[in-house]
């Protein structure tokens, strides 16, 4: 998912991390990891955008409806307040 900025996606991320709920932000672009930190880079700053504002929410097939039902609860609860 993608929020607004990477402040509303930390606030999310902590809502639901107390609500038991794990997500993480999207992986961290291979030109801001530090073992390629010297490695050349072309970029146009949209993984860098991504990486401030994207959330990786639970997924996979053995994720229930209930499942499911919370995680959409969770984030609706955190964008009601």
Not at 35 to 62: E, I, Q
């Amino acid at each position: 998912v993608l929020t607004p900025s990477e402040e509303v996606r930390e606030g999310l991320r902590k809502h639901l991390e107390s609500l038991n709920i794990e997500s993480r932000p999207f992986w961290r672009p291979m030109h801001l990891q530090p073992v390629f930190k010297d490695a050349p880079a072309y970029v146009n700053g949209v993984s860098k955008n991504l990486f401030k504002k994207g959330l990786c929410l639970p997924s996979g097939s053995n994720l229930s409806e209930a499942d499911l039902n919370r995680v959409i609860n969770g984030i609706k609860d955190f964008f009601r307040v």
